[in-house]
Nanobody, 115 residues
Framework: QVQLAESGGGLVQAGGSLRLSCAAS????????MGWYRQAPGKQRELVAT???????NYVDSVKGRFTISRGIAKNTVYLQMNSLKPEDTAVYYC?????????WGKGTLVTVSS
C-alpha cells in the first residue's frame, strides 16, 4: 500500500501565492511519476501538473507560467508552487502517484482564492 499526505492549502486573496506539499509513504522504493489534480465544486477532477520520474513536467494551459511542480529531496515528495492565484483556481487539490500499475491519491487539500 502507498499513502499520500498533502498539506499547504488554505485561503488566499487573488494574486497571492500558496505552496502545496505531498509526501508518499508505504510500499514504494523507486522514484515514480507524480502529479497534482484539482476538483472545483460541480466540476470534474482535472489534471493541473505532472512530473515524471526523470523530472519532465507538464501543465494544464490555464496554470502555465503561474504554477510550478517540483520534486523534493526526499524520494516521492512533490511540491506545487502556485503564484498569481485566481478565484477560478479554487478547488480541492489532490496529489497523485503512479506505482505498481495503479493510481494512488491523497485525501485532498482545499485551496480557496477570494476576489
Amino acid at each position: 500500500q502507498v499513502q499520500l499526505a498533502e498539506s499547504g492549502g488554505g485561503l488566499v486573496q487573488a494574486g497571492g501565492s500558496l505552496r502545496l506539499s505531498c509526501a508518499a509513504s508505504g510500499n514504494i522504493f523507486t522514484i515514480n511519476p507524480m502529479g497534482w489534480y484539482r476538483q472545483a465544486p460541480g466540476k470534474q477532477r482535472e489534471l493541473v501538473a505532472t512530473i515524471t520520474s526523470g523530472g519532465s513536467t507538464n501543465y494544464v494551459d490555464s496554470v502555465k507560467g503561474r504554477f510550478t511542480i517540483s520534486r523534493g529531496i526526499a524520494k516521492n515528495t512533490v511540491y506545487l508552487q502556485m503564484n498569481s492565484l485566481k478565484p477560478e483556481d479554487t478547488a480541492v487539490y489532490y496529489c497523485n502517484l503512479v506505482a505498481h500499475g495503479m493510481d494512488y491519491w491523497g485525501k485532498g487539500t482545499l485551496v480557496t482564492v477570494s476576489s
